[in-house]
């Protein structure tokens, strides 16, 4: 599965490069569904509470494009992207 991820995340950085965050929602690469593309401020992101929590580490993050995408045909593959607002080099790091 992760080899078929990796060719919808480097069309969906690419376009990234040349269009908005608002822009990448209409995207329609083969066997996807961008489900969000949001623009997140520098240091409002909000992680989701829960047990055990520490303080926000991500109130230093600068603004970045938010992604989530599912593939198909498997209804379980999501994937989520963050991509700088600005001064991108283009270079990805996967996590997984």
């Known amino acids: 599965m ?3 991820k990796l060719p919808i995340l480097v069309l969906v950085a ?3 490069l040349a269009a908005t965050c608002a822009d ?3 995207l329609h690469p083969p066997n996807t569904a961008i ?3 949001q623009t997140v401020e520098a240091g409002a992101f ?3 509470a829960g047990p055990g929590r520490g303080p926000n580490v991500f109130k230093t993050l600068p603004a970045f494009c938010r992604v989530a995408a599912t593939l198909t045909p498997s209804s379980d593959s999501d994937i989520k992207i963050w991509l700088p607002a600005e001064n991108w080099n283009g270079k990805f790091q996967a996590v997984r």
């Open 2 to 4: 992760c080899v078929m």
């Open 35 to 37: 489900t969000l593309a």
């Open 46 to 48: 909000t992680p989701p």
């Open 14 to 16: 690419q376009s990234a």
């Open 24 to 26: 990448l929602s209409s």
